[in-house]
C-alpha cells in the first residue's frame, strides 16, 4: 500500500468540465458469524488469498476506478493496512484503510467521509463479494456516468418467492399470505454505484428502513436502477458459499493460466 498523497482532482479538459472519477468504499468491519468462529469474514482465505483481498482487486481491475477506501474492524486497521502491504495491488490504483464503525451503514459513511474532493463516483461493495467480474464494475460505473444517481447490479430470480406472516416461534410453520411475481424481482448483488453527493445525502439524513445504500437513496426519492448482475458475485456468508467460491476460483485460474 503507498503511503504517496491522495489522488488529486484531475485537471479540467478543454470542453470546462472535469472529468468524473471513481472511488471504491469497501467496508470490511463485519465478523461474519454465519461461517463459524474464526478470523472476520473479510480476512477468511479463498484459494490462499483472504476475500478481502479478492474483493480489493476486482475493484482495482476496473479501470475507472483510482481510489480504494478499506473500512477495515475498529480495532483491526493496522492489520488491514498490514495485509495489504503483503500482496501486489495495481500501482495505478490508490488504496486507504481507515476504521469502521459497529454497523456496516457507520462503516460506510466512515469511508465517505475519507475520500478526498474530485471523485463525483463512489462504489460501495461487499468484501464478501470477492469474485465480482470486472464487466460487471465497469457496467455500473457507466451508467452513473450516463446520470443514475443510484446504481445496483441484479439478477432475476430462479426460486418462485412466497410472502409469509412470520411465526412467532422461530421453526414453527408460517402461513403464505402471497406470492409475488418473480418477474418483477430482483435479487441485488455490489458493487452499488452512486452519485458522491447524493449518497453523502442520504447517509446524512436516513436512518431508518435501511437494507443497502441503495435503498437509502430511494428513501431520498431519488431513481435507482438496476444494470445485469453476474452469478459469480454472490456473496460468501455460509460455508456452503466458501466451497462455491473456491471452485469458481480454481476455474479461473484454470482458464487464465495461471
Known amino acids: 500500500m503507498s503511503d504517496a498523497p ?3 482532482p484531475p485537471a479540467q479538459p478543454a470542453s470546462g468540465r472535469p472529468t468524473a472519477r ?4 469497501i467496508p ?4 461474519g458469524v454465519r461461517l463459524g468462529p474464526g478470523a472476520p469474514k473479510a480476512l477468511r482465505t479463498l484459494g490462499g488469498t483472504p476475500m478481502l483481498i479478492h474483493a480489493i482487486r476486482a475493484m482495482a481491475d476496473s479501470r475507472a476506478v483510482s481510489l480504494v477506501v478499506v473500512v477495515a474492524p475498529p480495532e483491526g486497521a493496522a492489520e488491514v493496512k498490514t495485509l495489504l502491504d503483503a500482496h501486489s495491488l495495481p500501482d495505478r490504483t490508490d488504496f486507504v484503510v481507515v476504521p469502521g464503525g459497529q454497523t456496516r451503514q457507520e462503516s460506510v459513511k466512515l469511508g465517505l467521509d475519507a475520500l478526498p474532493p474530485g471523485f463525483d463516483i463512489v462504489l460501495v461493495h461487499d468484501a464478501a463479494r470477492p469474485l465480482v467480474p470486472v464487466d460487471t464494475v465497469d457496467a455500473v460505473v457507466e451508467a452513473v456516468r450516463d446520470g443514475a444517481p443510484a ?6 430470480l430462479a426460486d418462485t418467492v412466497k410472502q409469509v406472516e412470520p411465526a412467532a416461534v422461530p421453526g414453527e410453520p408460517e402461513p403464505v399470505v402471497a ?3 418473480r418477474s418483477l424481482l430482483r435479487a441485488v448483488q455490489t458493487p452499488q454505484g452512486f452519485d458522491r453527493a447524493a449518497l453523502v445525502r442520504a447517509h446524512g439524513t436516513v ?3 435501511v437494507t443497502d445504500d441503495a435503498s437509502m437513496v430511494e428513501q431520498l426519492g431519488l431513481n435507482v436502477v ?3 448482475g453476474h452469478e459469480e458475485a454472490f456473496k460468501v456468508t455460509r460455508p456452503l458459499d466458501l466451497v462455491l467460491a473456491e471452485a469458481v476460483l480454481a476455474r479461473r485460474r484454470l482458464n487464465d493460466g495461471f
Open 179 to 181: 406470492t409475488p411475481d
Open 6 to 8: 491522495l489522488p488529486q
Open 151 to 156: 446504481v445496483v447490479p441484479a439478477l432475476p
Open 28 to 31: 470490511a468491519a463485519g465478523r
Open 207 to 209: 436512518t431508518d428502513n
Open 226 to 228: 438496476t444494470v445485469p
Open 22 to 25: 471513481t472511488a471504491a468504499v
